[in-house]
């Protein structure tokens, strides 16, 4: 099967069996005429509908309905196997990278396919951000305070 040998993106969307392709006078393959697939993923891609859960899940299933033109995307939908590409992704990445003030990685996007794995991921990012943050300005606190130390025990001398 392609999914164990492949990584989503690259998986087609949709298939659509032929018993032979539409050609042209000169032996070309008459784009025009192959037949447009249904907007119904293939059996093995569908699965249950999981709504969001929590503030997070929620932006990035509006952000992802409005990028790909979709409502109702489930927590468990692939970003790939609902419509996206990766110029679509690039889209997501620029509207997460404003509503949310960090630098994201476009692999991060494409490691994390679904809102529930892209949340989780984003949650403890911006997790470890705070963290960085906090622990920067405690070090910048320290320096501060150890440099009115020493100014004080110059005073003293």
């Known amino acids: ?17 032929l018993k032979s392709f539409p050609m042209t006078g000169p ?5 025009k005429a192959l037949p447009v697939p249904a907007a119904i993923p293939p059996k093995d891609l569908r699965h249950e509908y999981v709504p969001p859960r929590n503030e ?8 992802w309905g409005e990028v790909l033109g979709i ?12 419509g996206g590409h990766s110029l679509l ?17 476009m692999g991060d996007l494409f490691k994390y396919p679904t809102i529930s794995s ?15 943050n906090q622990s920067k300005q405690r070090g910048e606190l320290r ?11 110059l005073n003293n001398e």
Do not use: C
């Open 1 to 17: 099967m392609l999914r164990e040998q492949l990584p989503a993106y690259l998986i087609p969307r949709y298939w659509i069996e």
């Open 27 to 31: 032996n070309k393959v008459d784009r």
């Open 56 to 63: 997070m899940e929620n932006m990035l299933a509006r952000l």
């Open 71 to 82: 409502q109702h995307i489930g927590v468990d939908d692939g970003f790939f196997e609902i």
């Open 89 to 105: 992704l690039m889209q997501v990445q620029n509207n997460l990278e404003k509503e949310l003030k960090l630098t994201i990685e």
């Open 118 to 132: 892209l949340a989780s991921f984003l949650k403890d990012k911006h997790n470890h951000n705070d963290y960085l």
């Open 143 to 153: 320096r501060s305070l150890m440099g009115n130390r020493r100014k004080g025990e």
